[in-house]
């Protein structure tokens, strides 16, 4: 049922996803199974997350933090702090999503799990770019590089790089320019080439880009 919902929910199969879900969380419930319950939980915020329902989201990942964190879970834990400062932060509240972010900073510092301590901080210095902070969010970001080039982990990497950029066009509107180009050049996720894009519209105005 879990991996089931997850291929409705991946192909935008919402109300087939929200009824696999359901039931997943009964069984788990009716078994006792709290693992079950806590990934029933997450997996409902996620489906309600790719709606845009993103404060019901929020509910269901607070729910899943409590839960995770009395089973002493440490994945489940982190996951969960990241998706509610993702949620927040699509709904612009970038100081409650960084808030979130640094808990998920000191929970994978205690654990010393390098992979997750990295995505926290580049979510964190992507926050707070957004709020302003460039001196915090290079910090931030320059951890988070070191990370990902010490474990190897190219996605983190190319979206650190994204971010890098964008603090490069505070100061240096030719450097960013030259550093999203690179970008558009030598990847191919769509996400970060249509937000490469997107900068390069905002910083030229080259109409080329704008589609």
């Known amino acids: 049922l879990f991996y089931l919902g997850d291929i409705y929910m991946n192909t935008g199969r919402w109300a087939e996803a929200e009824a696999c879900n359901m039931e997943q969380y009964r069984l788990a419930c009716e078994t006792g199974n709290r693992m079950g319950i806590s990934f029933a939980i997450g997996?409902?915020?996620?489906?309600?997350?790719?709606?845009?329902?993103?404060?019901?989201?929020?509910?269901?990942?607070?729910?899943?933090?409590?839960?995770?964190?009395s089973m002493g879970d440490f994945y489940n834990v982190y996951e969960a702090l990241d998706n509610v400062g993702v949620a927040h932060e699509e709904l612009g509240e970038l100081a409650k999503a960084l808030e979130f972010y640094q808990r998920a900073e000191a929970h994978t510092r205690r654990h010393q799990v390098q992979h997750y301590l990295g995505k926290s901080l580049y979510l964190k210095a992507r926050c707070l770019l957004g709020l302003g902070d460039t001196r915090r969010s290079s910090q931030a970001l320059a951890e988070a590089l070191e990370i990902a080039r010490d474990i190897g982990d190219l996605e983190l990497e190319i979206h650190g790089f994204l971010v890098e950029a964008k603090l490069a066009a505070k100061d240096d509107k030719d450097k960013a320019v030259a550093m999203f180009g690179v970008l558009l050049d030598k990847v191919e996720d769509d996400e970060v080439r249509a937000e490469a894009h997107s900068e390069l519209f905002r910083l030229t105005g080259d109409p080329e880009h704008k589609a």
Do not use: F
């Open 43 to 69: 997996d409902r915020g996620l489906i309600y997350y790719g709606q845009g329902r993103y404060r019901e989201a929020i509910e269901c990942y607070l729910e899943k933090l409590e839960i995770s964190e």
